[in-house]
Each structure stands twice: as C-alpha cells, then as structure tokens.
C-alpha cells in the first residue's frame, strides 16, 4: 500500500504541476514549492534548535497561533519553522512573525520527506487538525522525533477507522500525543488502538477569547456605525448574497446600518455586489474624505480588519453555510456577546451545532427564514441581548485547551 501511495504522489504532483500552467492558485503552490529548501536551509543551521509547526491552511493557523504564539514565548531560544500545504494559508501568512521561515510543505514523497527533516532537524513537531501525511510521519517516527496533532477532529467514515485505512491508520501512531477537540474522537483513536490521546477542546476558544484583551477599536467603522444598530456579514459568498441583499434593499432605514466583509474581494467582485445595493454603499477603499456617517452599508474590500469589525456588531451573520464552500469563523462574533445567523450547511462543524441548540445561533435554509429572524433581532434588544449571553458564555466555558497542550510538551 506505501508503494502505491507513493507511486499516487508522485503522479499527482506532475499532474499538479501541468494544471498549474491555467490555475493560479496552484501555479502559486507550485512556484512557492520550488523555494522551499533554498527558504530553508537560508534560514535553519544544523545547530539550531527548533520547532517545525504544520497547518494545512488558514484555518488550521488560526487554530494553532495561541500554541505557537505561547511556545515562541517559553522558548525564546528555538527558531520556528511553520509550513502550509494550501497556499490560501501560505499567501496570506507567509510574512508571519511567528516564525523564522515560512514555507509551503513539499509533496508528501519518500525524498521529501528525508531532506525536509535533515535541514529542519526538528526538536519538536506539531501538526494542527487534519494534516495526515504517511510518508512524512513515516519519517518522524523513524527519527524517533517528538511530535504532537493538536485539535485534532475524526470521524467515523475517515479511512483510519475501515478495515482498507491500514496504511493511513498506521500513520497516526507517528504521533507522541494527540489532543482532539471532542469525546467520540478520542473514542475512535481508542477503537483502533491509538491510546495516548487527550480530550483538550478547541484551541480557537482560547484565540479567540484573547481578542477580548486587544485593542479593538477600527476609527472609520465607529464613524460608520455612528451609534446605530449594526449588522455585519462575514466572510461572505454569493450564495450568502442571495440571502441578506434583498433583504438590506427592501428594509434599509436610519436607524441599521450593515457591514459586508466578503471573503472574495476581487474588484469585479466588489463592483458585482456593490451594483446590486440601492442602498447608499462605500468601500473601504473609496472612504478616503468621506463622511462615513452618511452611508448605510460599508464593504470592507480589504482584510485583516474583520475580527475588531465584529466588536461593533450588534447582529452577526457568518458566510460558507449557504453554500458549500464550507461555514467561516463563528467564535469570532460569539466572544463579543452578539447573536448569529449562519446557512444551513453546518453539519462539519461541532460549535455550530452546539451554540444552535444553545440557542445563540439561528440556521436559515431560504430567504423568507433569514428575514424573519433579523426581523426580530433587530427589533427585540432583550431577545438579541439573550443570544448574545449565550454564545459569549460558551466561549467562556470553552478556553482551556493551550494550558493542556503547553502542560504535555516539555523539552
């Protein structure tokens, strides 16, 4: 099976490499793959002592940063190297101050393998959620390296748990530790007879509560809201579009005024959204000596804005669920004690599924469904006040999963 899967990599990094030549997002992988091992051993000297840290996006990054963040702190002596599979993760990351060197992770072949860990010479190694590649784990358990899978989720239909996942299964035991967010997952590693693994929780909570601690005022959205009720839509998608655009049209007033942080914010794309508002719209990057307080939907066409954004909501809707593209970031609205509507695609993702029988988050499956709801939050201030509670509290109740893995790892 290792033959197999190892003759399948190799095929698929060459068949990668030729849609590369019409896909761009995968030219930027292919083209930053190439710089990996110059990056490297520009960076790393075989007598440095480091950490390596491994997310397969942005996602899994975020999930990891206060880990990362709290190691580079404790271990102030230990260069980092922290490695990307997707470039959705790589490009907006790749200037981390997290880390001594930023790099896309190599195909997951025999050699790669060998020559990643020869320059890296980890001393510790963690690898956040999903991130499963036999012939690199192969390698780590070779080397005896200590590595650890944090905020780890599975599920009963992955290949590790049927009876043809052997080769995947095996690789799993590559890991010192494993620290999962939830009860059944432990539950599955147990069933194959994966052992050292521990239930920590989300390490999202604890990122996310330490936004609360930061300073998170953004001067133009004050001077947008203008102390009005507001409603901001994050990280949205056309599908999620189709949803609140009527809805802002047909209801718009003085007293709501609603941001739209899209997750595309490509031009043509913005030109297409904001062409569909009647409502008086500004663009971030149209607001240079503006009177902000005049408009009634601000679109925030840039990034890195939306996590304090959210501290001026008064009602949050979160993008992906409408669709398929997957549901973004909940927590992030939720630790500011605000309600929040989602679509209806939410089954992957455990928080959602809490908070909406919590009763902090509310589903809609069409537009008749979001309208009601918004309908009532913005009319009911103890109803949305109650929501609110519940979904700060959950954060709360939540944090805790840094203080484990920082307890486990000793050097």
Known sequence: MGLLYSIGINIASFVVKLIALFNQKLKLGVDGRKETFKKLEHSIKPTDKTFWFHCASLGEYEQGLPVFEALRTKYSDYKIVLSFFSPSGYEVRKNSKIADAVVYLPFDTKANAKRFLDIVNADYIIFV??????????????????AILISAVFRENQSFFKWYGSFMTSSLFAFNHIFTQDENSKLLLERIGYNDVSVSGDTRFDRVYNQLDTDNTVDFIESFKNGRTCVVFGSTWPDDDKLYLDYINDTSNDNTKYIIAPHNIK???????KSQLKVNTICFSEMQNENLSNYGVFILDTIGYLSKVYSYADIAYVGGAAGTTGLHNILEPAVFGIPIIIGKNYGKFPEAKALINLGGV???????????????LVSDLSYRKKQGEINKAFIENNRGAIIQILNYIRI
Do not use: G, M
């Not at 031009?267 to 959204?273: E, K, N, T, V």
């Open 362 to 376: 509310t589903t809609v499956s069409s537009v008749s469904e979001f309208e009601s709801i918004l309908n009532t």
């Open 267 to 273: 031009p043509s794309y913005i030109a297409s959204l």
């Open 129 to 146: 959620k999903y991130e499963i590649w036999p012939n690199f784990l192969s390698e780590i358990k070779k080397r005896s390296l200590n």
